[in-house]
């Protein structure tokens, strides 16, 4: 099992569908959420990640160019944390200045 490090650069990095798939489930949110904004990702992939629990995962994935399907925020309070543009490698959410 690679550790939440490598997962992030991997999914920040990679161009393989397969791989990104592969860590679409990840036990990290922050991979999650850059599975879903990686551009390679296939539309399958992030339509799975449109349904995810967490609301930083799955509003990245609507926001992805292939998400072919359609999730309603429009009742969802949407924070600076879920709008955050930082990349995932570098995100330190406790001691984020922006977050309150």
């Not at 990104?20 to 339509?47: C, G, Q, W």
């Amino acid at each position: 099992m690679k550790t939440k490090e490598d997962q992030l650069d991997i999914a920040k990095n990679t161009n393989c569908e397969k791989i990104l798939h592969s860590l679409h489930d990840s036990k990290y949110m922050n991979v999650r959420r850059a599975v879903a904004r990686n551009p390679n990702i296939s539309d399958t992939t992030v339509n799975i990640l449109l349904r995810d629990p967490v609301l930083n995962v799955s509003y990245m994935a609507s926001k992805n160019s292939k998400c072919s399907q359609n999730r309603d925020f429009s009742n969802t309070f949407i924070s600076e944390c879920v709008l955050c543009e930082d990349d995932e490698r570098y995100l330190d959410c406790v001691s984020c200045e922006r977050k309150n």
